[in-house]
């Protein structure tokens, strides 16, 4: 079936250190979605990649979409507290089909 | 009020009630879905619905029921609580063409 799944499931850093989180596909994809969830709230839409190769970037965030369109990652430079949240990939098919996410902690 | 509510935000209910968790969005979006969120597991696909009167499964399914008479509406129901449908259970919706999901509050359910 079509999966995602996404790495590490955990990641703690001291703020201004870097972050990356990698989401994987078992087929590949059409487009891919990034969605950050802060403690407590619901999960908000970042970014879409649909080109294979694509690389976008949000101020400090880097997202890239792979060649064969079967993976993708986000890349958060030198972090800062409001960073905090857990980040999830989403595949998209007709169904859209969440990572596991990676839940970032940031110290101070 | 305009976007996407779910209701209501907290329940908690007993072993083998029947409990409907409510989603209405105000933009006419043809999808809707309902997820369900787990330490763990992320955000796992119960039900979505391409339009009104269409619904399909997702990856959990067993359990609830869905339906969507109308665009705006797209409740979930479990029919006969267990404890292992405790958890956060997420509304979320978006156009036809594959663009960003809007997602509801989220509903946190206790089944005791």
């Known amino acids: 079936g079509q999966q995602v799944m996404q790495i590490p499931q955990y990641q703690h850093v001291q703020e201004g250190e870097d972050f990356t989180t990698y989401c994987n596909s078992s087929?590949?994809?059409?487009?891919i979605q990034w969605y950050k969830q802060r403690p407590g709230g619901h999960p908000v839409f970042l970014i879409q990649?649909?080109?294979?190769?694509e690389v976008k970037k949000q101020k400090r965030l880097t997202f890239q979409f792979g060649e064969a369109k079967k993976n993708s990652s986000l890349h958060i430079t030198a972090t800062q507290t409001t960073d905090v949240g857990t980040y999830f990939c989403a595949g998209h098919w007709a169904k859209m089909r969440f990572g596991a996410g990676t839940r970032l902690t940031v110290k101070p | 009020d305009a976007g996407i509510t779910q209701s209501p935000r907290y329940k908690i209910t007993e072993t083998g009630r029947q409990v409907t968790l409510m989603c209405h969005q105000t933009w006419s979006h043809s999808y809707m879905f309902w997820y369900r969120q787990d330490l763990g597991h992320g955000l796992r696909l119960i039900y979505y619905s391409a339009a009104a009167d269409i619904t399909d499964k997702g990856e959990v399914p067993d359990g609830y029921v869905v339906s969507r008479s109308k665009t705006e509406n797209f409740p979930l129901t479990l029919e006969s609580a267990t404890r292992s449908q405790t958890s956060v259970y997420f509304c979320?919706?978006?156009?036809?063409?594959?663009?960003?999901?809007?997602f509801g509050q989220g509903t946190r359910l206790t089944v005791v």
């Open positions: 087929t590949t994809l059409s487009n």
């Open positions: 990649l649909v080109k294979s190769g």
């Open positions: 979320a919706s978006r156009t036809d063409g594959g663009t960003e999901a809007f």
